[in-house]
């Protein structure tokens, strides 16, 4: 498990991101170094104070996030540095934006500052290492953005290179120390490639929503605040603020103003149209949320929305659902919705006095509202479509290959949800993997527009939600190897060289185990008590909680309660409830056998169980940062028995002599698996496969890729294909399964296909959605796993080669398993 522990400082320093001094190997330009080197800059020296120079003219954002790099920069260095306005020989730093700072202006026209290629380039910032930038000063670093946010992610990029992590405030973790701290010269250019980025605050109660009213006294703009600074250091732009019962404009009328002044781009949710708060109407609209019924009310409703927006240039949700994010109507109303589009375009039109092309749009294809794209429905081409998952990380639906529009496409992705098989939200339960193989395909499809993730309660998604805006920053950088570096990279900026390759190993095997089954989706019949497996399962999570425990006595003091809310906590709290469960099974199990001792014993250690997960939850939000995340583990995740979660956590029933309770074995067994990487893959027709270790609870899948590429419809010959070389002991009839990720089919045509063949025979193609319905995607996401199965008759025992065929370059393959028929 601990692998991941030889990997090196310089390898780490290519990965994605910002790197801190504590993991460069000083290699490149404007990287940070402990020690001196041609042309670097001292950026931190003991005993001499340094300078921030920002003009007071630029964008307030500027300002605020000038003001926030001294402070980091005092907390790396222990040192005085301070935000100053006008030249002087202290100064180290020099920031603006073009066009909005008379000193970068003219550092430009001096011809000392390179802003090649930067000029209208959304976003993009250069830091340079420039010498004698002014009178007096020697050497400073410039930072200049094409736009004010462009400036203030050049800002924070260089907090995070010295040593601070943008969950500082959000998971408490303290800087690094280096009292001493250079930037090699030389000069870095960057820019995003996915033009909004950012995260969907949801399903906020009772975790963030009480959190924000113990802490703030509302989900008000001092809780925002947080939000807002915590994307920025991210590299994000984009917030759909919190809905369920709250509106950020009315609730707080501070929120949207600091938005607007701190660089923060503000939306609405899928289902909550033309900058309009879902409690908007709630609390002022006037008759029914019904277009055909209502529409001079809604039409005045929307417009106050535009109004209110002003001149900002926040992306504009169009269209409509339901109220309360279901379905609008009945079957599929293309005319209706249509109509409502254009109605609403009018509006923008009217408010803006600009054609309605000149303020973004997005149309979300969430849940019901695709199935009038499929069938047709088509908004002007400005407007961004974005593309939605099933709720549970498998992309539905994205654009053509190669087709582009003005607006562009992107993609409503989900880390949390309420709905059904089962709500999921008091825990992270997303590997990293899985998120990068579907989003990288969104970006190879090209929707590459607008990435927004839904988080829930923001904590503790920290980890997942880091790795989305990283990968959305420029999805090309974030390749095969850079993604499975990601664990150590993100560990060590929390936490130091030191611990960072033990923690990131740590959370990648969460990652990997916590794949399985959805916490709230577990109960004693999860796995089979009777073949062993549901100790083999717990067995593992108990690895992994002692493994985190011995690690936590070697992390500093000082960030305790960073490793608890990042790591520990979600192992422990994961470990203790497989544990319980196992406890109920073994009750129930010892109860049908007779055993009435072992029984009443398994019995008392699934109480225990029970109540130290309440133990946990106080230790996270009691004991924890001093008592600061009142209420945020408060989601209740025991005793469902629907879709929706139970008002508080409930004990399971356990059996006695006189209540005995069955205990079948679920209908979900895993089999034994033949792992997907034990065979020999072989590309043909421009496919390459690729190994992704760690993908699931067993190990790696195979990937193809591109996913891009048509798919191979006559399977043979020179097509990309996967070789095993197995052993049947048995004879007669056998069947064959072969087990993938429960993706989707993102072209359109319900075919989710691979194809197999035994020894010579010919390959037989098997669709992995054959009869989709809803109860057999239930029954993918609960498992997290789509199996196709044939028949193979007259198997004689022996070797035998199975040759597994790509078809639809979309399918990741997770393993085969060859059983009796």
């Known amino acids: 498990m601990m692998r991941h522990l030889l990997w090196s400082a310089a390898w780490l320093a290519f990965v994605p991101g910002v790197a801190s001094a504590a993991q460069s190997d000083c290699a490149g330009p404007v990287a940070p170094c402990e020690r001196a080197s041609p042309g670097a800059l001292a950026l931190l020296t003991p005993g001499r104070a340094g300078g921030v120079l920002v003009d007071p003219n630029d964008e307030p954002g500027v300002r605020r996030a000038a003001a926030d790099l001294v402070a980091d920069l005092k907390a790396v260095g222990g040192g005085e540095v301070r935000l100053i306005d006008t030249a002087s020989g202290n100064v180290s730093i020099i920031a603006g934006t073009l066009g909005h700072s008379p000193v970068i202006d003219a550092l430009v026209k001096a011809g000392k500052l390179d802003v ?188 106050k929305g535009i109004e209110r927006r002003g001149k900002a240039e926040d992306p504009v949700t169009i269209g409509m659902r339901g109220d309360g994010d279901e379905p609008m109507t009945e079957g599929t109303a293309i005319e209706l919705l249509q109509g409502i589009v254009r109605d609403q375009r009018r509006i923008i039109t009217d408010v803006t006095k600009r054609p309605a092309a000149e303020t973004p749009q997005v149309w979300a294809l969430y849940k019901e509202v695709q199935d009038y794209y499929d069938k047709g429905m088509r908004v002007p081409d400005d407007v961004t479509l974005l593309f939605a998952d099933d709720n549970w990380g498998n992309i539905r639906r994205l654009p053509p290959p190669g087709s582009r529009r003005a607006g562009g496409a992107g993609v409503y992705y989900h880390f949390d949800y309420v709905g059904g098989p089962r709500n999921y939200k008091w825990l992270d339960t997303n590997a990293v993997p899985r998120i990068w193989q579907q989003m990288r395909m969104a970006s190879d499809y090209g929707a590459d527009r607008l990435w927004i993730v839904n988080v829930g309660d923001l904590k503790p998604m920290e980890y997942p939600t880091s790795f989305f805006l990283d990968m959305a920053w420029n999805p090309a950088r974030m390749d095969l190897s850079a993604m499975q570096a990601y664990p150590v990279r993100w560990a060590t900026q929390q936490f130091g060289a030191g611990q960072g390759p033990a923690i990131g190993a740590l959370i990648a095997r969460y990652g990997q185990l916590a794949s399985r089954r959805k916490p709230e989706l577990l109960d004693a019949t999860s796995y089979d008590f009777q073949n062993g497996e549901w100790n083999r399962v717990a067995g593992q999570w108990n690895a992994l909680d002692n493994d985190a425990r011995r690690l936590e006595r070697l992390v500093p003091a000082d960030r305790r309660d960073a490793y608890y809310e990042l790591v520990l906590h979600r192992i422990e709290a994961t470990a203790n409830l497989h544990r319980m469960y196992l406890a109920v099974a073994t009750n129930r199990a010892m109860v049908d056998a007779g055993r009435y001792a072992d029984a009443a014993r398994a019995a008392d250690d699934a109480r225990r169980y029970f109540a130290q997960d309440a133990i946990i939850r106080r230790r996270y939000e009691e004991r924890t940062a001093g008592g600061k995340w009142t209420s945020m583990m408060a989601q209740t995740h025991i005793g469902y028995t629907g879709w929706q979660q139970p008002d508080r956590d409930i004990m399971p029933a356990l059996a006695t002599r006189e209540r005995p309770l069955s205990l079948p074995a679920p209908s979900g067994s895993r089999p034994a698996l033949i792992p997907a990487d034990a065979g020999r893959a072989v590309g043909g027709r421009g496919i390459k496969w690729q190994r992704v270790a760690d993908f699931t609870a067993e190990g790696a899948a195979m990937v193809a890729t591109p996913t891009t590429a048509p798919a191979i419809e006559r399977p043979g010959g020179d097509t990309p294909r996967i070789v095993y070389d197995v052993t049947w002991k048995g004879g007669g009839v056998a069947k064959l399964d072969v087990i993938a990720a429960p993706g989707l089919d993102v072209r359109g045509g319900a075919r989710h296909r691979i194809a197999v063949s035994i020894d010579n025979g010919a390959p037989v193609i098997l669709n992995l959605m054959e009869g989709e319905n809803e109860a057999r995607w239930e029954r993918s996401v609960i498992d997290n796993r789509r199996v196709a199965t044939t028949s193979l008759p007259s198997l004689v025992a022996g070797q035998h080669r199975v040759t597994l065929w790509l078809v639809d370059p979309e399918v990741v393959v997770e393993g085969l398993a060859l059983r009796a028929g």
């Open 116 to 303: 090649h290629g930067l000029p209208g380039q959304w976003e993009g910032y250069v830091e340079q290492v420039v010498d004698n930038p002014l009178p007096g000063v020697g050497r400073a670093l410039v930072i200049v953005g094409a736009d004010r946010r462009g400036t203030i992610f050049g800002l924070y990029d260089i907090s995070a290179k010295a040593g601070v992590s943008p969950w500082t405030w959000w998971a408490d973790v303290p800087a690094q120390r280096h009292p001493t701290l250079y930037l090699t010269a030389g000069r870095v250019a960057d820019h995003p490639v996915v033009k909004y980025r950012g995260i969907f605050i949801n399903d906020e109660e009772p975790g963030f929503g009480g959190w924000a009213r113990a802490k703030f006294g509302g989900v008000n703009h001092l809780a925002y605040e947080k939000v807002f600074n915590l994307l920025l250091r991210s590299k994000a732009n984009f917030l759909w603020p919190a809905m369920w019962g709250k509106s950020l404009w009315e609730d707080d009328p501070a929120s949207a103003p600091l938005a607007q002044e701190m660089g923060v781009l503000l939306g609405t949710s899928h289902h909550e149209p033309m900058q309009r708060a879902q409690a908007d109407w709630k609390r002022e609209g006037k008759g029914p949320w019904d277009y055909t019924k209502n529409a001079p009310a809604l039409q005045a409703f929307w417009r």
